[in-house]
């Protein structure tokens, strides 16, 4: 998780809401990401879909069966999706995400028994910091706001 937090903090230089994601497979990080949205122009420049593809580059198969991918906020449905096509096992998350977030606070697209595919979920995982991140983030996001209107 603090390697998915490095990712989260390159999106936060960038001044992209700060979510960063690795995928890890035997061991050792083979996929990061980190939400670029804005500055690619690109809905689907998610930290979670950056890394699912490039894991599926090194592994040479799009079935990402013996991963972990480690996320600092709560994936949305887009991402969650993405997680169960994927076929990956595991998901752990650093902190939840109540507006939006499909791994248990909105809904949870995980663990659905209807699909094909279930993934396991770990929680909380360095969650004040993330967390922190995030607040951060969005406290000088308004702070910037309100200076512009001025």
Not at 73 to 99: D, H, S, T
Request: proline share 3%; glycine share 8%.
């Amino acid at each position: 998780m603090r390697e998915a937090l490095k990712q989260a903090k390159k999106a936060y230089a960038l001044e992209e809401t700060p979510i960063g994601c690795v995928i890890v497979y035997e061991g050792r990080i083979i996929a990061r990401g980190y939400n670029r949205r804005n500055t690619d122009g690109n809905t689907l420049a998610h930290a979670e879909l950056t890394a699912i593809r490039k894991a599926a580059k090194v592994i040479g198969d799009w079935r990402l069966e013996g991963c972990t991918i480690y996320v600092t906020l709560e994936p949305c449905p887009m991402c969650a999706g993405a997680i169960v096509q994927a076929r990956i096992p595991e998901c752990v998350i650093g902190c939840m995400n109540p507006k939006a977030g499909c791994a248990g606070s909105v809904i949870n697209l995980l663990d659905m028994q209807g699909f094909n595919h279930q993934v396991r979920i770990k929680r909380g995982v360095l969650e004040e910091e993330c967390s922190e991140l995030m607040r951060s983030f969005f406290r000088e996001l308004r702070q910037r706001d309100r200076e512009k209107r001025k």
